[in-house]
């Protein structure tokens, strides 16, 4: 059985990637090949979570196992794609960026009952790709707004030399 995702961004609107899969294949070979499509580094942290009708999170295949107090966990390279998707239209979300809560929207459009692929196949990408990581300029502006406000919270206590005329030397503790 082949599989056939369309890949969306919730940032990027005319984002859009295409990729087909062997219901064999697990989730790890989708996330390598949606890592190597995007150019993404793949030491990052990635999940994907099986979403809900309404396309809220529900269970979550992870890239490394996390298992709490021997809870079932699932794993991207021990969790082949079948197991968890039967039909067409069931979403998931690649969630690829944990401290920004960036992902990826996933939709099966298509089964295939009479093939099988041996390699993931990339149909279709389009659109400018999302970044992996937050870049430099937000990092800067950033910066700036912190430094921003570090100078508006020392005006509001006046300079040291004030302090020291009225409370007198600190003493170091």
């Known amino acids: 059985m082949i599989y056939h995702f369309q890949i969306t961004s919730m940032e ?42 309404r396309g809220f ?12 107090n021997g809870a079932a966990y699932l794993i991207m390279q021990k969790t082949s794609l079948s197991e968890l998707i039967q039909e067409r239209g069931q979403k998931l979300i690649y969630t690829f960026d944990f401290l920004n809560d960036r992902s990826l929207i996933i939709e ?3 089964i295939n009952m009479e093939k099988n692929l041996s390699e993931p196949l990339v149909i279709l ?6 970044k992996q990581v937050l870049g430099e ?12 406000k570090e100078d508006k919270v020392y005006s509001y206590f006046g300079e040291l030399e004030d302090y020291t005329e009225i409370f007198g030397e600190m003493e170091d503790f």
């Open 12 to 53: 990027i609107k005319d984002f859009r990637l295409e990729v087909k899969l062997s219901s064999l294949h697990t989730f790890f070979d989708f996330h390598s090949i949606i890592q190597k499509s995007l150019g993404f580094e793949s030491h990052q942290l990635a999940s994907f979570f099986i979403a809900n009708k």
């Open 57 to 68: 999170k529900e269970r979550e295949i992870s890239l490394l196992d996390m298992g709490i």
């Open 108 to 110: 099966l459009i298509d």
């Open 125 to 130: 990408k389009k659109g400018e790709t999302p």
């Open 137 to 148: 300029e937000v990092d800067l502006l950033d910066q700036e707004y912190s430094e921003m």
